[in-house]
């Protein structure tokens, strides 16, 4: 056996790694869960079982679960500085208070809560994440720096309802423009939402999508007020709306969902719009209902999971979100199978890539995808007692997140033995509590 080599926590990686003896979840078509190896090489698993021969560095997997890292489907990086500024507060009075704050914002800390929040998903097994939002130049930074798998949205909305300078669609432009080529980042256009885009900023953004060859990641029928006013302003409801003139587009990733007809659901489903569910932000805010899930699953449209932001959900764990969704869903139909734990797994993983257009790449542990591992520690309290029998059912139900040893990206540890391996945990919580009471302060 080759022996353990020691690991630099500097970010650096070996080019052939081996993961040994771990309990694998692996998220195949099959749905297999083995004891063995998973052998890396250039960041690409290359095999899934036994591993032979000479490798470069060998990880003890003993007593851990060897899972595909998480994907959190939506999410505003960049807010994690803004955790805890406007709780237990209605939609209306949450808005006003997160627009004014949000309004405050400079680059320095758009860049300090983007490492934050990249490092707590790190630290939760989260290694891909969509995000919405402004200045992505500024958090790509951020997300180069901590390694992570990013799909980032620009914000895209009328002119004259934003703070960004200049016309947000020719920014988002630029933006692709310049991620374009980015081994890690793909630059995504985000229209905001129909309360915020006219149909011509819509159109002008699915156009620019189309000519760069990405989609479009959008929030859609969160609230109940939302939709009404909405309907009652156009005449129609908002996905009525978009299907009429033309917008929806396969490949298409539209966050919450929550407010849908059956109508409606086939209409995203038929589109090829996958649908982002965020149980934790849609309880929090108390905006009634629950996302039609199973509805979705009948008319076989893609659904995955994302947590939003840490001003409406507090925390970035994608385990969480697991747990949540299982649970409203089961509640609110009285139907304890409803969602169960293996299908909640799928969303923050396999499903979640192929929303994204990735299941090609990511989302399961098998040769030829790229290297987004997490290992588990499952002499943790919080896990014991794992067995290949409840495995599934203890990284949804359980706390994973409290026992995640290591997170790897794309063949490199941005977590090892619990440490943010890319920079000082210490540090970079301390520059986003200082941005954060200046922007109180303010």
């Known amino acids: ?224 007020h939302e939709v009404y006013e909405y309907k009652k302003s156009r005449g129609r409801r908002p996905v009525e709306h978009l299907a009429h003139i033309g917008f929806l587009s396969g490949g298409d990733v539209a966050a919450h969902c929550v407010w849908l007809t059956l109508n409606e659901v086939r209409d995203l489903a038929r589109h090829g719009v996958s649908a982002v569910h965020c149980p934790t932000s849609n309880m929090k805010l108390a905006g009634g209902g629950v996302s039609p899930l199973p509805e979705m699953f009948e008319n076989d449209a893609t659904v995955c999971l994302g947590t939003d932001g840490c001003s409406s959900n507090n925390s970035l764990d994608m385990f969480l979100e697991m747990k949540f969704a299982a649970l409203l869903q089961k509640s609110s139909r009285w139907d304890a199978s409803v969602l169960p734990a293996q299908k909640a797994l799928d969303l923050a993983t396999i499903d979640a890539a192929r929303s994204l257009g990735a299941n090609e790449r990511i989302g399961s542990i098998e040769p030829g995808k790229r290297a987004d591992i997490v290992i588990i520690d499952c002499q943790h309290p919080a896990m014991a007692p794992t067995t290949a029998d409840n495995i599934v059912a203890n990284l949804v139900y359980a706390s994973p997140s409290k026992a995640v040893r290591d997170t790897m990206v794309d063949g490199k540890f941005v977590v090892r033995d619990g440490r943010f391996t890319r920079a000082d945990e210490h540090k970079v919580a301390a520059e986003a509590v200082a941005c954060a009471q200046e922007l109180l302060s303010g």
């Open 1 to 224: 056996m080759t022996p353990l080599i020691p690991f630099h926590f500097k970010g650096e990686y070996a080019l052939k790694t081996v993961i040994r003896d771990g309990l694998i979840v692996t998220q195949n078509e099959s749905r297999e869960v083995l004891r063995g190896d998973v052998l890396v090489d250039d960041g690409v698993i290359s095999h899934v079982g036994e591993a032979k021969g000479d490798v470069d560095q060998e990880v003890d997997a003993g007593g851990c679960v060897v899972m595909p890292g998480l994907i959190n489907c939506h999410t505003h990086v960049a807010m994690a500085v803004m955790r805890g500024m406007a709780d237990d507060l209605g939609l209306g009075p949450f808005l006003e208070r997160t627009f004014a704050v949000d309004a405050r914002r400079k680059a320095k800390d758009i860049e300090a809560g983007a490492l934050l929040g990249c490092a707590e998903m790190a630290r939760s097994g989260t290694t891909s994440f969509l995000d919405l939002y402004y200045s992505e130049d500024i958090i790509a930074r951020s997300v180069e720096k901590a390694g992570l798998r990013a799909y980032l949205g620009w914000a895209v909305l009328d002119e004259e309802l934003t703070t960004q300078k200049g016309r947000p669609v020719d920014n988002c432009a630029r933006f692709i423009e310049q991620f374009g080529n980015h081994p890690l980042i793909t630059p995504v256009v985000a229209p905001q939402g129909v309360y915020a885009c006219s149909d011509e900023t819509l159109m002008a953004a699915r156009e620019l999508a189309r000519t760069k060859g990405t989609f479009c990641h959008y929030h859609l029928s969160e609230t109940r």
